[in-house]
Nanobody, 114 residues
Framework: QLQASGGGLVQPGGSLRLSCAAS????????MGWYRQTPENERELVAT???????TYVGSVKGRFTISRDNAKNTVYLQMNSLKPEDTAVYYC??????????WGQGTLVTVSS
C-alpha cells in the first residue's frame, strides 16, 4: 500500500532522492515520514511532514535532508544530500491517517560507500 523507491549505492557526499507513493485505497493521510534501520540499531525516525507541510528532522540529518510531499498524489519524498557512510540503512516510509491507521511501506536500501 506504500511503495518506496529510489534507494541505491552512492559515494560519500553524493545525493539520492527517495519516493514513497500511497495506493489509492489509503485516504486521509495526516503525517507521512521516513524511518531508517541498520542491523545494529533500532528503527529511528528520520523526518516527518504533516498534511499542512510542517516538517521535523532528526538532528543528524538537519541541513542535509529535505522531506516534501504531494498531497494530490499521496506521495512523500526525501531528498538526501551530502550523504555520509553513517546514513547507510534500510529506509522505510510511513503514513498515519487521521483515523490513526499506521501504515508501513517496504524498505529501500541506501548504501553510502566509496
Amino acid at each position: 500500500q506504500l511503495q518506496a523507491s529510489g534507494g541505491g549505492l552512492v559515494q560519500p557526499g553524493g545525493s539520492l532522492r527517495l519516493s514513497c507513493a500511497a495506493s489509492g485505497s489509503i485516504f486521509s493521510i495526516n503525517v507521512m515520514g521516513w524511518y531508517r534501520q541498520t542491523p545494529e540499531n533500532e528503527r529511528e525516525l528520520v523526518a516527518t511532514i504533516t498534511s499542512g507541510g510542517s516538517s521535523t528532522y532528526v538532528g543528524s540529518v538537519k541541513g542535509r535532508f529535505t522531506i516534501s510531499r504531494d498531497n494530490a498524489k499521496n506521495t512523500v519524498y526525501l531528498q538526501m544530500n551530502s550523504l555520509k557512510p553513517e546514513d547507510t540503512a534500510v529506509y522505510y516510509c510511513n503514513a498515519v491517517t487521521f483515523q490513526k491507521r499506521n501504515i508501513w511501506g517496504q524498505g529501500t536500501l541506501v548504501t553510502v560507500s566509496s
